[in-house]
């Protein structure tokens, strides 16, 4: 079964090599910083959810080539005061390589949970409802990454801005050996309550 490892850290200090960067990175981050950070990894293959604000920050910075875009669909609204932006119901979702990098999505690979045809029916829009958030606090975002994950055939999955831990759930979910970093105290005391189950799996911790 997969090892999970949660490391409690700077993810600038933690770079490592990986088949895919599974990440969703706060933001505010500017495109430098987290191209720096992104940097740092060794992976061929990389899923981005982010803002298209950030994308078109990062993406002069790197050498990643975009094979697709996606769009989550939070469905409720992010509650935002600021007049000036508009209320965000999704998320942008990008999926890059390395140049010279053949892609390893196959949509026959995962039938997705949102959508009722079980013939590789890959639609680039996920119904993932922000409002269902009971188990593991990310509840439906947890079954929208497993779903993308689940699309690729990658052997190890690094997800350096963890937050709740829907990438630990989705790898654990798909057998994928998978390293989580996140540098905010109470979220990863948090996230080790929430992988706790999987320590009869291999799960390592590093704070
Ligand atoms: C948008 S959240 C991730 C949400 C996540 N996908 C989930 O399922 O909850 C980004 C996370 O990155 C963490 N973070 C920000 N900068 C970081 C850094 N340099 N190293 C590690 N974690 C960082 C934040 O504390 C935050 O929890």
Redesign the pocket.
């Known amino acids: 079964m997969a090892a999970v490892t949660l490391i409690h850290g700077?993810?600038?200090d933690y770079g490592r090599a990986c088949d895919m960067i599974l990440t969703?990175?706060?933001?505010e981050?500017s495109g430098a910083e987290l191209a720096r950070?992104i940097g740092k990894f060794d992976a061929p293959h990389l899923i981005l959810?982010t803002t298209m604000r950030q994308l078109l920050d990062f993406m002069p910075r790197t050498e990643w080539r975009l094979a697709f875009d996606f769009v989550i669909d939070g469905v409720m609204p992010k509650k935002s005061k600021n007049y000036m932006q508009p209320h965000y119901l999704h998320q942008t979702g990008v999926y890059l390589t390395q140049p010279g990098v053949k892609s390893a999505f196959d949509r026959r690979r995962r039938m997705r949970s949102d959508a009722f045809e079980a013939n590789g029916y890959w639609p680039t829009i996920f119904h993932a409802p922000r409002d269902n958030v009971q188990a593991h606090g990310?509840a439906k975002?947890a079954q929208a990454v497993t779903d993308l994950l689940g699309s690729f055939n990658v052997r190890s999955v690094c997800d350096?801005?963890?937050?709740?831990?829907?990438?630990a759930i989705a790898a654990y979910d798909l057998g994928i050996p998978c390293t989580l970093?996140?540098?905010?105290v109470e979220?990863f005391n948090a996230l080790k309550v929430t992988c706790r189950f999987m320590s009869a799996y291999g799960l390592e911790i590093i704070e």
């Open positions: 700077d993810a600038a969703d990175p706060p933001y981050m950070i959810i990310h975002n350096p801005f963890a937050g709740s831990g829907a990438t970093i996140e540098r905010d979220t």
